[in-house]
């Protein structure tokens, strides 16, 4: 059973800048792999921020593009999204998840953004 801790949430004022890891428990980066991060905003529904796949490929919803950036430290076991130029649109639960055949999902942190 794969782990993930989500971590770096918190609150911002718009225009500012988070960055959010995920720790895994095991590898995360094996072959097959795609790793990513969703976004749960109140009474709506989880959407795909940013992934990327075991070969590097990236991909980002249209609302994050040019702002946030989906990376990750092999040695570590850790994926990252470095969210800049954040706006209030981006207040939401973010989630990791992992798909390696079988998915997993971490608990989430909130990303609030307000002035």
């Known amino acids: 059973q794969v782990q993930l801790v989500e971590s770096g949430g918190g609150l911002v004022q718009p225009g500012g800048s988070l960055r959010l890891s995920c720790a895994a428990s095991e590898s995360i980066f094996s072959a097959n792999t795609m790793v990513g991060w969703y976004r749960q905003a109140p009474g709506k529904e989880r959407e795909l921020v940013a992934r990327?796949?075991?070969?590097?490929?990236?991909t980002y919803t249209d609302s994050v593009k040019g702002r946030f950036t989906i990376f990750g430290d092999y040695a570590k076991n850790t994926l990252y999204l470095q969210m800049n130029s954040l706006e209030p649109e981006d207040t939401a639960v973010y989630y990791c998840?992992?798909?390696?055949?079988?998915?997993?999902w971490g608990k989430g942190t909130l990303v609030t953004v307000s002035s």
């Open positions: 990327i796949t075991w070969l590097g490929s990236t």
């Open positions: 998840n992992l798909n390696k055949g079988r998915e997993y």
